[in-house]
T-cell receptor, first 109, second 120 residues
């Protein structure tokens, strides 16, 4: 069992739809990251969370430390949101990030 | 936000040659830099962690003599793939953490755009 699990693995949506990507983890963490990777490879850090909720534009990230669960929401999705979204956690002990397998999001016009 | 650059963005080389990839933190001092490798449709695999001025810590299974990492300053780390072989072809990504400041939080990690290496 992976320490970080994302669902769904693949997600196809129509433009305008509300999207949720989930991340569950099994270790104690000091921070959780949501990353975006477009075709061509570059990774953009969207959020870093240790508690509560953060919002940036149409993106919202939440985390529930007790339940060891985080969600990334995209409101009014757009084809340019099509990318792989990766959840990564920094364990309480150690300096490395542990990555989920990623969620491939495709938003059709 | 903080910016991490990588150079080159893509490189093609012949088998047996060495390739150097540079990773720079452009507007902050990177206390720790990470080098990752990513295979197609797979997640990032940590190769090594380096702190400025000290030797890199390599992950199990990563050959330190093949993947030479130098973190000579607080803004520059290099990865040299020595005697490259076709199986070294991959996407290499660096990432950096900096001193907490007004624009950088503790634990915040910034990623470079990646370098695609193709070994013929």
């Amino acid at each position: 069992k992976n320490e970080v699990e994302q669902s769904p693995q693949n997600l196809t949506a129509q433009e305008g739809e509300f999207i949720t990507i989930n991340c569950s983890y099994s270790v104690g963490i000091s921070a959780l990251h949501w990353l975006q990777q477009h075709p061509g490879g570059g990774i953009v850090s969207l959020f870093m969370l240790s508690s509560g909720k953060k919002k940036h534009g149409r993106l919202i990230a939440t985390i529930n430390i007790q339940e060891k669960h985080s969600s990334l929401h995209i409101t009014a999705s757009h084809p340019r949101d099509s990318a792989v979204y990766i959840c990564a956690v920094k364990e309480t002990s150690g300096s490395r990030l542990t990555f989920g397998e990623g969620t491939q999001l495709t938003v059709n016009p | 936000g903080a910016v991490v650059s990588q150079h080159p963005s893509r490189v093609i080389c012949k088998s047996g040659t060495s390739v150097k990839i540079e990773c720079r933190s452009l507007d902050f001092q990177a206390t720790t830099m990470f080098w990752y490798r990513q295979f197609p449709k797979k997640s990032l695999m940590l190769m090594a962690t380096s702190n400025e001025g000290s030797k890199a810590t390599y992950e199990q299974g990563v050959e330190k003599d093949k993947f030479l990492i130098n973190h000579a300053s607080l803004t520059l780390s290099t990865l040299t793939v020595t005697s490259a072989h076709p199986e070294d072809s991959s996407f290499y990504i660096c990432s950096a953490r900096g001193y907490p400041s007004g624009s950088i939080s503790y634990n915040e990690q910034f990623f470079g755009p990646g370098t695609r290496l193709t070994v013929l």
